[in-house]
């Protein structure tokens, strides 16, 4: 099986003090349970695309119930992340902003209490930086998550999807048809859709280079990540 962490600088988050998930082997018959239920065949390869930043959390047991499994994990520019939440939730965006920061697991939540503002971009902003910082503290004692962007995949989708393909052990003569599974669109039809064209829609979706600044500063000082202030690209990413 292979799990996608999408998402998602050292601060307040490491092994040693992580989230309980971490420390206890209570939930691990939920997720063996879980991977039961989503990967029925032991036969075939299943791609699961979870919630970020606590799939991050949950590593260590996802082996434990699933010895074996590759990560991969997937991440967006700063700027067109927030760009595209705002088309996602229409006029819902400032409320579920802080809704969105609500579901981070704690470490984060207490960092965003203290440097809240805004009014939804840097609310988007913080949860998306909060993922990939994540990944970076994952990544300081082990070097085998491949990190992919999608600005990579924009760029060149046969290099993007070979070297993915690489990666997990799947073999290059399934390429064609992994090129044509980029060109269906998996949402159409879904209740996702249906809901995102009833909603209200923003009719301004850029982020402001004010917004920017802040972002790139908070990232810098919260977080120790660095990030380019014209379209929020990251900088020095590791395991690219």
Known sequence: ??????????????????PISRKTTNYLDL???????????PEKLYFIKPWPCHTLSLLPLLHQALPGIKELFMYRSI??????????????FVELGDRTVSLLPVNYRNIWRKIRCGKGDEAYSFAVLSCIHAYILETQDR???????????LEDKEAFTLGMLQDIGIGEE??????????????????????????SRVNDLSVSSEVMEWIVSMARDELGIKIDSEC?????????
């Not at 292979?2 to 998602?8: E, G, L």
């Not at 929020?232 to 690219?240: A, S, T, V, Y």
């Open 174 to 199: 399934h390429l064609d048809n992994a090129l044509s599974a980029l060109e269906k669109n998996s949402q159409a039809n879904s209740d996702m859709i249906s809901q995102l064209e009833s909603r």
């Open 79 to 92: 700027r067109p992340s927030v760009a595209s939440l705002k088309k996602l939730f229409g006029y819902n």
């Open 232 to 240: 929020g690209k990251l900088l020095g990413f590791p395991n690219q």
């Open 1 to 18: 099986a292979v799990v996608s962490t999408q998402s998602t600088g050292a601060l307040m988050f490491n092994r040693r003090d992580s």
């Open 143 to 153: 070097d085998d998550i491949k990190a992919y962007s999608y600005e990579s995949l």
């Open 31 to 41: 997720v063996s349970a879980t991977f039961l239920l989503t990967c029925p065949d």
